[in-house]
């Protein structure tokens, strides 16, 4: 009889997470430039690979896994009654393509030292841009195509720009002419809006809520600025072929804190007839 009953305290131990996964709801993408959206409850806490997440009045919480993220995230919450919940997600593997861009400009290949002002300046508006996050979880209502047409370049490809390795694409790419407005892929806050950056031209980040950003780049117009609140399906500006780009189009990318996220994971696939 003890034997059985020692059996049966192993089966209550292995049990035990189960009966925990009540109040933890996930939903989203396990994979490399996924975003995933935790559901817990009022009041809980949660870190992930130790970094502390922002969780919202309803339990709400976002995380984000980078186009290199190892296989491997930790998952910590804690209860309001001091339960802790421990969960080891498994983050899939992608695998990238190979993007050859010819035509690019000299100076954007290769910056004369007179260009170093202009970068650095950019540099210290993104960064800037980046140490708040809006407190919101916009990322919760879905995204829509912030233009519709032809995707011309996808996340995550290794790119060479007239043969030479750069680092890799962050976004996704949309074709369209000139002028053709775009409109913002969810509601969220302005956090950076500049028409005249080195290598993005016309930029603008949008905080979708805890730090879920997009970035959109290469504008040839730009009707918002920092701080402006925009709701899902509002015209933040148009396309154009402004910084290191060979032709007009969208360049759609995303970020959660660290993490570059692929836009595609977060959009229905592209309406046919460009929409
Ligand atoms: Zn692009």
Known sequence: MRRVSGLLAVFLFLAAPALADARLELSGDMTQGGLAIGH???GAKASLD?????VDRDGTFAMGFDRDHERRATLRVVYPDGTVEERVLTIAEREWQIQRVEGVPRKYVSPPADAMAAIARGTKLKADARKTRAEGSWFTEGFIWPVTGPISGVFGSQRYYNGEPRRPHYGVDVAAPTGTPIRAPASGVVTLADADMYFEGGLVFLDHGQGVTTLIMHMSRIDVKTGDMVKQGDVIGAVGGTGRATGPHLHWGMYW??????PQLLVGPMPENGG
């Open 257 to 262: 804190r660290g993490a570059y996220l692929d």
């Open 40 to 42: 817990a409850v009022p």
């Open 50 to 54: 130790g970094m502390m997440l922002d």
